[in-house]
């Protein structure tokens, strides 16, 4: 039993912890969409002989890349990094182990762990990517429309890791004329322009939600166009857009129209009646007319 004990215990290679593997300074961030270099080094050479490289999500314990028997494993990694995990293998005999990892997602927040084992030594370094920075801000796909005098609100909602009270500031544009409709800054909103000045506004309790849509009242006809909500946070901006078409008149204006018609019409109606009843009975109302005086 000893003796199968003791087999068993020299069969497998010993592994010491003897290796000292470094990482970056501190957590890591970066904008959604972008590259970012997960570092790994040693900075003893080493010789790549029985060199293996593992890198793992350390909650998921998830293969994010691995280096073995002197290549990349790709059929061993999980699918969504196959094509998104980039192993420098250039840079292994420089002790060199980075990954970068492309198309940043907001998923890859996270802590990664660069295992490098090496003859009869092993170490290891955790990185952490703290922040995928992202600033997505999205309109109306499909125009509005609206008549005149009708109050019309443009969609604008912002999707953020940065909280929504936290932007310095957001501006609705009206693109086709560049005239500034909306400035928020210092959670308020105000309309730097007088033809906007008192017809627009924001809805103060939702703009926690990221939701900034632009409230417009009694819309005028040259309120027809293309408007613009453009969010600035640190250094990033995104925009999106709203286009106000179709300017109709409402239905209260169409039932004034017909009723101013109907009323001109009903007046001409009585006006022609009497014309023509003076015209051809008209000495019998001039006798009469003069019988009375
Ligand atoms: C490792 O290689 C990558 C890619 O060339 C580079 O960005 C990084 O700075 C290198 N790190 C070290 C410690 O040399
Ligand atoms: C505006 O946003 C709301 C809520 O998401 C949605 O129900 C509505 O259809 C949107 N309007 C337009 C014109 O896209
Ligand atoms: C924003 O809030 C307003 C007012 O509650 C609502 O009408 C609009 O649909 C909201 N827009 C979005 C995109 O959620
Ligand atoms: C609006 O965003 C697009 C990218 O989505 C960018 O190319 C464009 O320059 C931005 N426009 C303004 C006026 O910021």
């Keep these: 039993m000893e003796l199968l004990l003791f087999m068993f215990l020299t069969v497998i290679p010993v592994i010491s912890d003897g290796l000292t593997v470094l990482g970056p300074s501190g957590p890591l961030v970066a904008p ?10 040693v900075d003893e050479r080493l010789s790549v002989e029985g060199l293996e490289v593992e890198w793992r999500r350390t909650e998921s314990e998830t293969l994010v890349h691995l280096y073995q028997e002197g290549e990349s494993q790709t059929e061993s990694q999980q699918q969504d990094y196959q094509d998104r995990a980039h192993f420098f293998t250039d840079q292994i005999q ?8 492309d198309d940043l997602r907001a998923e890859d927040e996270g802590q990664y762990k660069c295992k490098v084992y090496i003859q009869q030594e092993s170490g290891e370094t955790v990185v952490q990517i703290k922040d995928v920075e992202r600033l997505r801000v999205s309109g109306s796909s499909r125009s509005i429309s609206a008549s005149v005098g009708e109050d019309v609100t443009l969609n604008c909602s912002v999707d953020s890791h940065i909280p929504p009270g936290d932007f310095e500031e ?3 544009m009206k693109t086709d004329e560049n005239i500034q409709v909306l400035l928020y ?12 000045r008192d017809r627009v506004e924001l809805f103060p309790a939702e703009i926690h939600k990221g939701n ?14 293309v408007y613009m909500c453009q969010v600035f946070a640190g250094d990033l901006s995104a925009n999106a857009t709203v286009v106000l078409e179709r300017l109709g008149f409402s239905a209260l204006h169409v039932m004034m129209l017909i009723l101013c018609i109907s009323a001109s019409g009903s007046a001409l109606l009585l006006f022609c009646l009497i014309y023509c009843r003076f015209n051809t009975k008209g000495t019998n109302t001039t006798g009469k007319y003069s019988d009375l005086l």
């Design 32 to 41: 959604l969409g972008s590259s970012v270099v997960l570092p790994c080094s």
């Design 94 to 101: 420089h002790g060199n182990f980075s990954l970068r990892l």
């Design 212 to 225: 900034f849509s632009l409230r417009l009242k009694s819309v005028r006809t040259d309120d027809k166009g």
């Design 170 to 172: 957001v501006t609705w």
């Design 185 to 196: 800054q210092d959670n308020e909103g105000h309309s730097p322009n007088e033809r906007y």
